[in-house]
């Protein structure tokens, strides 16, 4: 079976543009539903969300110390330490329990 590359690419061109185009076509005004409004803000932080909690377990060599680190992390971040004190963290954790767990 032969697979013309232009197909492929034309097909992915449509549905990108289709995805920008199509909004600005049908919401001409300012979007005034709240619950709408929210759901809008959060879509990227829920999508950032989906594709990296997984890979947080899966990254490791051990899934307990990508579980380590994550919640560790959450509760340094909880707790107000900036992002390079809570990846900074989150790596040291992981290489200290994988230093006890793999041997």
Known sequence: MQH???IYLLLMSAVTLAIR???LTLIRGQIKNTFLRSFL???PYVTLAVMTFPAITQATQTPVSGALALIFGIGLA????SLFKVTSAC???VFITELFLIQ
């Open 4 to 6: 013309n590359i232009y």
């Open 21 to 23: 185009i199509v909004p």
């Open 41 to 43: 803000f959060y879509v």
């Open 78 to 81: 909880w707790f107000g330490a």
């Open 91 to 93: 790596c040291l954790i």
